[in-house]
């Protein structure tokens, strides 16, 4: 097979050429300039010219020249001094971080040979399209591609039509991350004009997959018309000799494109500096994020249930605990009726016991208690319409009264629009369940992952990762008599010792991708080593 071009891609002079480099362009030293410093070395080399100059007056045009330069430089380093000053006073330094904070600078666009213009369509709800971005954008710099702004899924389950631009900051996510590859709001002219004469190459990646594979070789997923009849599979069977023929390839899937393990480390961390850094909610969602958190500030502490019990999740697992034969009935019809739910005929009973069902908010409620969680703590309610309503939320107010939610904080118009698209929605909750004291999914999903991994990433935030399997057999034994209050909350607190959202080794099963530590839950990588070597591993896998 043909080999691809003698110099790595994505490695300069000096890096390692085994494995791609973490950032290309010049590195600005972390402790800035030295203001003092610099400007004492203009009046010295003004002062020094000055004193070999016999007859200032009779300068010559080079001189007067000299003159003002070492002026301007002068007026322009105590300028930069004073507002570096001023914005060191003004900042807003968090309470928390493990981050280290440096001064603003200026960072430089990367150069580099442009391979070629990547355009995808991401799949799934806001949380796993915004994984599948990271990885993208992680994909696209290390093959030297120009990035087109994604286009989000408009067409799943929940039907909402939002664009990059209605959840996402456009403007910060390009600047955030020009240092590391070029992003563009669309296709340059000359481009989309290319495409009137030729289709669209397309593709899907194949899922958890390592760089080379994307350096290497691709498993296409295609539809006949949108190949070229010049194509030849074993000439364009990798990915970047692709890219070079027909300069603009779209992927046509993003979730789980990438491994969550054995991927170089500045691969990992440019993956973080995407997620944490670079995808950033839009100003309005964030204002709207942030009142919602102050207004639950000033009442005291508050704990963020992310509580899976919306219609389509109770359709999709088949769990039936607690629901009437109508309901249960509802909920099988609506899962026969959607066609991308392959699982039809489900054992609700087993799956419950096997930990494989969203939790009760009753069940929730029990199992916080048994924690010793102050039941007089704000419990915010992180997700959309609960099935059944208020009646079905009485099992977990009878432990918890100070139930709340961002449609009973705020008044309909701050929510205006966004009460209409279910991912600007799921945004709000992200923001609120980031900054709460106490996050606590009841079930193992997408945005339960992701939340506790961003914790982590901000110092290790406390996350109640409920052990489901664990509670519905505590859970049982107690309501039915077979276990007294005492013994059962002093099983459930044994059994969430290493549960809490502090450091932990990530979870790998080589071969078994789907089994092991999603990359975002632990993205261990990205954060300091707090546990010696012999702790903080997990050997076997639990199911939560």
């Not at 994604?150 to 991350?177: A, K, M, Y």
């Not at 039809?344 to 969203?358: A, D, F, M, V, Y």
């Amino acid at each position: 097979m043909d080999k691809i071009s003698c110099t790595k891609v994505g490695v300069l002079p000096g890096e390692s050429e085994d494995k791609p480099s973490g950032k290309m362009g010049y590195k600005v030293g972390s402790r800035g300039i030295k203001c003092e410093k610099l400007r004492n070395l203009i009046i010295r080399a003004v002062k020094t010219h000055k004193s070999n100059s016999s007859n200032p007056a009779s300068s010559t045009p080079g001189e007067s020249r000299f003159w003002a330069i070492g002026i301007t430089l002068l007026l322009i380093v105590m300028w930069t001094c004073g507002m570096q000053s001023m914005a060191f006073q003004n900042a807003k330094w968090p309470a928390a971080t493990l981050k280290f904070i440096h001064p603003a600078v200026i960072i430089p666009e990367r150069v580099y040979r442009n391979n070629g213009y990547l355009t995808v369509s991401s799949n799934g709800g806001l949380n796993q399209m915004r994984s599948g971005i990271s990885d993208m954008v992680t994909i696209a710099r290390f093959l030297n591609l120009t990035l087109v702004v994604p286009e989000l899924d408009n067409t799943s389950f929940w039907q909402d039509n939002s664009q990059f631009g209605d959840i996402f900051d456009v403007d910060h996510f390009i600047d955030s991350l020009k240092d590391e590859l070029k992003i563009v709001k669309e296709l340059p002219p000359y481009q989309k004009y290319k495409l009137k004469s030729r289709p669209l190459f397309q593709l899907a990646p194949r899922s958890w997959s390592n760089m080379s594979y994307y350096y290497d070789t691709v498993s296409f997923s295609f539809s006949p018309a949108f190949l070229p009849s010049q194509l030849n599979f074993g000439l364009w069977s990798k990915v970047l000799p692709i890219f070079r023929k027909f300069e603009i390839v779209h992927f046509l899937k993003t979730d789980a494109r990438l491994s969550n393990n054995e991927l170089p480390e500045n691969v990992q961390k440019m993956r973080c500096k995407v997620y944490y850094e670079g995808l950033r909610f839009t100003p309005h969602l964030e204002k709207i994020g942030k009142k919602v958190v102050s207004i639950l500030r000033k009442k005291g502490p508050f704990l963020a249930l992310h509580l899976r019990y919306e219609k389509d999740m109770l359709a999709f697992t088949g769990c039936t605990k607690e629901l009437n034969k109508q309901e249960v009935d509802e909920l099988t019809s609506m899962r026969y009726a959607c066609p991308w739910w392959k699982e039809k005929k489900i054992n609700s009973t087993q799956k419950r016991e096997e930990g494989l069902c969203p939790m009760t908010p009753g069940e929730v409620g029990l199992a916080l208690k048994a924690l010793d969680i102050d039941p007089e703590i704000q419990v915010y309610i992180a997700a959309g319409e609960i099935y059944g309503k208020e009646k079905r939320l009485e099992g977990l107010r009878a432990f918890y009264p100070n139930l709340v939610k961002k449609e009973t904080l705020l008044p309909s118009s701050d929510l205006g629009e966004i009460k209409d698209h279910s991912n600007r929605m799921a945004a709000v909750d992200y923001i609120v369940s980031l900054a709460s004291d106490i996050f606590a999914p009841s079930y193992d999903g997408n945005m339960a992952k992701v939340v506790e991994g961003h914790r982590r990433y901000l110092g290790y935030k406390t996350t109640i990762r409920l052990d489901r399997k664990v509670l519905m057999t505590l859970i049982d034994k107690y309501k039915s008599g077979k276990m007294r209050w005492g013994e059962f909350s002093d099983s459930v607190k044994k059994a969430h010792r290493g549960l809490m959202g502090g450091p932990v080794e990530r979870l790998k099963i080589p071969g078994k991708p789907k089994e092991e530590d999603y990359f975002y839950l632990d993205p261990e990588e990205c954060l300091p080593k707090m546990y010696p070597s012999s702790q903080g591993k997990r050997s076997d896998k639990k199911k939560h």
